[in-house]
C-alpha cells in the first residue's frame, strides 16, 4: 500500500512568511504526528493529531499549528517565519493501538532566509 | 527530564565486522525504547523495539537489550554488510504514547566493501 507522502518536497521562504505543509498517511491510519529534524537538536516532536483533534502537543511556540481533516490528511502551517526554522519538518502516521508502530514521510525540507 | 544519548558517529567499518552502537536514556517510568533506520533517500523505518525490562528485539540481524540497570539499548549485529550504511536513531516514548518518541541526535555508519 501507499506510504505516507509529504508535499511539498522542499521550499524557499523568507523571514516573516508564513508556510503550510500536508501530510498524508497511510490508507486505514487516523493518527499523524509531526516532528521537526535539525542538525543541532535532531528530531523533536511537534504534535500529534487523531480524528482530527490534537491529542499531544510538543514545546513549540504558538507559531507552529496544525490540523487534520476527515480523510485523516493532516496540514501543519508556521507563521512569521524564523531562520531557526528550517529544518527538515517529518510526518508519521500510525495505527491507533499505543504499540502502534511509526510510519514516516520522507519529510518537507524548508529552508528560511 | 527524558533524553536519549546516543554514541556520535559517523562509524565507518569493512563488510563483516562487528557493529555496536551505544544508546543510554534518562526517563521517568517505564519507557519503551526503539531503534530507527534511515537508509539513503528513504524515510525512517523503524528497525527493532523492545517493551520492559529485559526485553531483546530484532530484526535484519540486529540486536538490541533493554538494560534497565545501565538503562541503556545498545544496537549490535555480528556481521554488517554495505546494505547496512544508515543513519541509526534511538529513542523512547513514555506511558506507552508510541508517537510521542524523544530521540537521539542519529549515528551515521558507513560499512565498506
Known amino acids: 500500500k501507499a506510504g505516507v507522502t509529504q508535499t511539498p518536497r522542499y521550499l524557499i521562504k523568507t523571514r516573516g512568511q508564513q508556510v503550510t505543509l500536508s501530510c498524508s498517511p497511510i490508507s486505514g491510519h487516523r493518527s499523524v504526528s509531526w516532528y521537526q529534524q535539525t542538525p543541532g537538536q535532531g528530531l523533536q516532536f511537534l504534535f500529534e493529531?487523531?480524528?482530527?483533534?490534537?491529542?499531544n502537543k510538543g514545546n513549540f511556540p504558538g507559531r507552529f499549528s496544525g490540523r487534520q481533516f476527515s480523510n485523516s490528511r493532516s496540514e501543519m502551517n508556521v507563521s512569521t517565519l524564523e531562520l531557526g526554522d528550517s529544518a527538515l519538518y517529518l510526518c508519521?502516521?500510525?495505527?491507533?493501538?499505543?504499540?502502534?508502530?511509526?510510519?514516516f514521510g520522507e519529510g518537507s525540507r524548508l529552508t528560511v532566509l | 527530564g527524558n533524553s536519549v544519548t546516543q554514541m556520535e558517529g559517523p562509524v565507518t567499518l569493512s563488510e563483516e565486522a562487528f557493529l555496536t552502537i551505544n544508546c543510554t536514556y534518562t526517563a521517568t517510568g517505564y519507557p519503551s525504547l526503539f531503534w530507527y533506520v534511515q537508509y539513503p533517500g528513504e524515510g525512517l523505518q523503524l528497525l527493532l523495539k523492545?517493551?520492559?525490562a529485559d526485553d531483546k528485539g530484532s530484526n535484519k540481524g540486529f540486536e538490541a537489550t533493554y538494560r534497565k540497570e545501565t538503562t541503556s539499548f545498545h544496537l549490535e549485529k555480528g556481521s554488517v554488510q554495505v546494505s547496512d550504511s544508515a543513519v541509526y536513531f534511538c529513542a523512547l516514548s513514555i506511558a506507552g504514547n508510541n508517537r510521542k518518541l524523544i530521540w537521539g541526535l542519529g549515528t551515521s555508519l558507513a560499512v565498506n566493501p
Open positions: 523492545a517493551t520492559k
Open positions: 508519521a502516521s500510525s495505527s491507533n493501538s499505543g504499540a502502534g508502530e511509526l510510519f
Open positions: 493529531y487523531f480524528s482530527e483533534t490534537q491529542r
